[in-house]
């Protein structure tokens, strides 16, 4: 799997986008780029994922650049509840009978959402 | 729909013991995979089992097992404890999308 680069901590204020970068300059035409957070004591949760087309749901936009080379994760609103170590992992595609799991996590960034 | 269940959440051990903690992964899935979390480490992978079989390994001592029963629950077992197994461990199960963690065991040896 592609090493990918996140700044290791971030500001947001409260109600205001965080725009989360990532840096994956060996990404394979094949992988696709996944976010997860981990907040405090839990486990990870999956946030999006994207292959080339940029993405969202009802938790975050993804954008990724033509080049694929990197990518943003955005929190069009963030609340305090958003605190938490924001992963990008970029990995293949698990296939039909594959999976999702084999993640390599990074060390993440650390957001800090403040009043 | 529950979500991924591990017990115990929490366990302390002596150096020397075995450790064995469970994963039961949300109805349906039928891949589960194991994490160990660390502060100096962070998170890393384990293995991972799809129907019953170990389809993928991280670089962990052959201290470090698992496996997988029929109705896809998982165990993972650790032999001969030292104080550096110290962490939490995370289970997730997964879909071809994406992965569900459970809320981990911490476990620590003394």
């Known amino acids: 799997d592609a090493k990918t680069t996140q700044p290791p901590s971030m500001d947001c204020a409260e109600g205001r986008a965080a725009n989360l970068p990532c840096n994956h300059s060996t990404i394979s035409g094949n992988e696709y780029v996944y976010w997860y957070r981990q907040i405090h004591s839990q486990g990870p949760q999956y946030i999006i994922h994207?292959?080339?087309n940029n993405e969202t749901n009802e938790m975050a936009s993804l954008i990724i650049t033509e080049d694929r080379k990197s990518s943003t994760l955005i929190l069009p609103h963030a609340t305090l509840r958003d605190t938490a170590v924001y992963y990008c992992?970029?990995?293949?595609?698990?296939?039909?009978?594959?999976?999702?799991?084999?993640?390599?996590f990074g060390t993440g960034t650390r957001l800090q959402v403040t009043l | 729909k529950a979500g991924v269940t591990q017990t115990p959440r929490y366990l302390i051990k002596t150096r020397g013991q075995q450790v064995t903690l469970s994963c039961s992964p949300i109805s349906g899935h039928r891949s589960v995979s194991w994490y160990q979390q660390t502060p100096g480490q962070g998170l890393q992978f384990l293995f991972e089992?799809?129907?019953?079989?170990?389809?993928n390994k991280g670089n962990f001592p052959g201290r470090f097992s698992g496996r997988q029963f029929s109705n896809s629950r998982s165990e993972m077992n650790v032999s001969t404890l030292e104080l550096g197994d110290s962490a939490l461990y995370l289970c997730a199960s997964s879909t071809n999308t994406e992965a569900f963690f459970g809320q981990g065991t911490r476990l620590t040896v003394v």
């Open positions: 089992y799809f129907s019953e079989t170990q389809r």
């Open positions: 992992i970029s990995k293949p595609w698990g296939g039909n009978t594959g999976t999702a799991s084999k993640l390599t």
């Open positions: 994207g292959l080339k």
